[in-house]
Nanobody, 114 residues
Framework: QVQLVESGGGLVHPGGSLRLSCAAS????????MGWYRQAPGKQRELVAR???????YYGDFVKGRFTISRDNAKNMVYLQMNSLKPDDTAVYYC????????WGQGTQVTVST
């Protein structure tokens, strides 16, 4: 069983930045595929970014160089640095781990608004 706890969401103005964090349980965290997804009201959950155990990263097309996913295997942490935020980035952001099956955190709200 993998438990995930997200933090770092909040309200930010357009053009601002936020850093999301996800703390994961487990002694083999370095082997997990980790990702961030988001879900806006009335929309389907979509992939934001993914990082493999070896550090290879993938991003949703809408990211366009604005976000960076990273992981610290010594701390069982994964991060999402989000810059140049837009109102369309408003959503609940979920941390995902994959190790035999998917695991999800409870989500953290990100609101981009004036």
């Amino acid at each position: 069983q993998v438990q995930l706890v997200e933090s770092g969401g909040g309200l930010v103005h357009p053009g601002g930045s936020l850093r999301l964090s996800c703390a994961a349980s487990g002694t083999i965290f370095s082997k997990y595929l980790m990702g961030w997804y988001r879900q806006a009201p009335g929309k389907q959950r979509e992939l934001v970014a993914r990082i493999l155990s070896g550090g290879t990263t993938y991003y949703g097309d809408f990211v366009k160089g604005r976000f960076t996913i990273s992981r610290d295997n010594a701390k069982n942490m994964v991060y999402l640095q989000m810059n140049s935020l837009k109102p369309d980035d408003t959503a609940v952001y979920y941390c995902e781990a994959y190790w035999g099956r998917e695991y999800w955190g409870q989500g953290t709200q990100v609101t981009v608004s004036t």
